[in-house]
């Protein structure tokens, strides 16, 4: 169980997350908190966070669909000489999808992520392994994925289309990693405006 402290730590960290990757606001509440899992998230030292912010293709290969989540894992700019069986490879993802009019919208999760590869090339690392994902079927374990990391910016999710049913289209899931200064920029203006908020409560009461 989470204690008040921790519970709040996590919500102020998701909702950070939320307004400084720009992703719908709506996420945080919606999701279930055994989905999120802020509790294996409790010491943020090593992790990394970003958001999904996405388009994907149907069969024909078109714009069909939009996604928006968030994502968490501590594999960026480490070997795989860093991790361990006390500290291994971390990569989890939660995010909506809907159809490009707001129908169909549903949600997945990304889990238990098994690190095998890493390798570099140019400005782009790619960090290969497996992952459990849940689509409308339930749960699908020791899915095949690689997640690409462009110039420290952009994170390219790509998972094995054959166990997914093609279910993401043809292309990646994409999204941003913002810089630790915007981070702590943001969460310092949400500290102020909590505290400010927090005031002017006290002082109409």
Known sequence: MLNKHSFRKSVFLFTTLVLVTGSVTIAIPSLNISEANPNKWQDHKDMVFGGISSIQN????????????HWFTNIINKTKDSFNQTNPAKFDSWFYMAMLDGSAMHKHAIS????????????????KGTVTITLKEGPVKEV????????????????????TKNHFGDTPIYGIIPTRADVMKMMSHMGNKTMTETNMNMSQK
């Not at 238990?112 to 960090?127: A, E, K, R, V, W």
Request: net charge negative.
């Open 112 to 127: 238990n992520f098994s690190l095998s590869d890493i390798s570099s090339q140019g400005n782009t690392t790619s960090y």
């Open 58 to 69: 149907n069969n024909q290969g078109k714009p069909e669909w939009v996604l928006s989540g």
């Open 144 to 163: 095949p994925i690689e997640i690409k990391v462009m110039n420290n910016h952009v994170i390219a999710l790509s998972l094995d289309a054959t166990k």
